[in-house]
């Protein structure tokens, strides 16, 4: 099994910045892809971003293009979600994800094997 701690959420203005981190555990070595979805009450959960753990290859959803990084530390099993200029639209739950797939199937949620358990983020206007 995998396991998935998300830590980092918080308040921030519109603008901000925060950085959201995905420690995972476990038996990490059947991790092909790792990244973050995120939801809002009432709405599917939403990809974000995915990153490859083995080539580090990233994918974005087009609405978080430009302002959104994510990256991976594999020495640390950690997956990082670095969010600038946020927008009160970023409020949501983010969590962290992981599967032994490719990431080319990543975006859609069903094709997720495991999850964290969310780490809230508010941006306030």
């Known amino acids: 099994q995998v396991q998935l701690v998300e830590s980092g959420g918080g308040l921030v203005q519109a603008g901000g910045s925060l950085r959201l981190s995905c420690a995972v555990s476990?038996?990490?070595?059947?991790?092909?892809?790792m990244g973050w979805f995120r939801q809002t009450p009432g709405k599917e959960r939403e990809f974000v971003a995915a990153?490859?753990?083995?080539?580090?290859?990233?994918y974005y959803a087009d609405s978080m293009k430009g302002r959104f990084t994510i990256s991976r530390d594999n020495a640390k099993n950690t997956v990082f979600l670095q969010m600038n200029g946020l927008k009160p639209e970023d409020t949501a739950v983010y969590y962290c994800?992981?599967?032994?797939?490719?990431?080319?199937?990543?975006?859609?949620?069903?094709?997720?094997?495991?999850w964290g358990q969310g780490t809230q983020v508010t941006v306030s206007s």
């Open positions: 476990g038996r990490t070595v059947s991790i092909y892809c």
């Open positions: 990153v490859s753990r083995s080539v580090g290859s990233t």
């Open positions: 994800a992981a599967s032994s797939r490719g990431c080319t199937t990543f975006s859609r949620a069903f094709a997720i094997e495991y």
